[in-house]
């Protein structure tokens, strides 16, 4: 248990100063991106003016998901439905998912399932995962989304995609920060989630396997 606490403090202060720093990466960003902007309209012929940009709103994308994982400030917890927020995002990541031939199966056991909590970090939470799920199918195919309330007083949302995969000898890695095998990722949409559930006191699960596809339990205390 000592343990245990000491990696949360860890992870709280790393997850400040990386915020902190971020935050100070994003004020000089802003004017490189600016006067990169003069710059290419001035001199529409510049080289690598595309690759320069790309690679700064890399950095953007990186800094903007470092400063989200900032402790919250006063988040407002309310009680939510979580059918609601699926739906939400689910409506959220429907033309993402019919341009890449993928279907949103619901597999849902009553329609009330409350949880307290704040719904913008939820709804992040379910948008990083199916996102990751969309992300593994790069043929299309169906994504089946469950919900159930169980028998010891949790609500249950399972997303099982039929992907890649993720090798058995790197499911301990998912939720550190970095880790991503994609050529544009940051690793940082699975920490953040992970984060934000071990907030409201609930859990996540992965099984997988490569070529078959991979299945995400998330678990969160109902509320009452
Ligand atoms: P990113 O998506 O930016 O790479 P994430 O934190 O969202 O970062 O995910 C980290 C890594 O976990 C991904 O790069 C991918 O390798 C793996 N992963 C997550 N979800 C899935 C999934 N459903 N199927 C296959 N691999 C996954
Ligand atoms: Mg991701």
Do not use: W
């Not at 510049?46 to 006063?74: C, F, H, V, W």
């Not at 998912?97 to 719904?119: H, S």
């Not at 544009?184 to 070529?211: E, F, R, W």
Request: glycine content about 8%; some cysteine; hydrophobic content about 40%.
């Amino acid at each position: 248990a000592e343990e245990f606490l000491l990696q949360s403090e860890k992870l709280t202060i790393v997850g400040e100063l990386a915020a902190g720093v971020a935050h100070e990466i994003r004020n000089p960003l802003t004017t490189i991106k600016g006067f990169l902007h003069l710059y290419k309209s001035e001199n529409p012929a510049i080289k690598y003016g595309d690759l320069i940009q790309d690679e700064l709103e890399r950095i953007e994308i990186i800094t903007n998901e470092l400063l989200s994982m900032a402790k919250p400030q006063a988040v407002a917890y309310c009680l939510v439905n979580v059918k609601d927020v699926i739906e939400q995002t689910l409506e959220f990541l429907l033309p993402q998912a019919l341009l890449r031939n993928i279907e949103f199966v619901r597999k849902f056991k009553g329609d009330y399932f409350p949880v307290t909590c704040a719904q913008n970090q939820l709804k992040q939470v379910f948008l990083n995962i199916i996102k990751n799920a969309i992300e593994a199918m790069p043929c299309g195919g169906e994504i089946h989304i469950g919900l159930e309330l169980t028998a010891d007083g949790e609500c249950l949302i399972a997303i099982q995609d039929h992907g890649v995969g993720i090798p058995e000898e790197h499911l301990h890695r998912l939720g550190q920060p970095f880790y991503s095998l994609k050529d544009k990722g940051t690793g940082l949409g699975l920490m953040i989630s992970h984060k934000i559930i071990k907030q409201y006191h609930g859990s996540i699960a992965y099984q997988s396997k490569v070529d078959e596809g991979t299945r995400i339990e998330i678990r969160l205390p109902v509320h009452g």
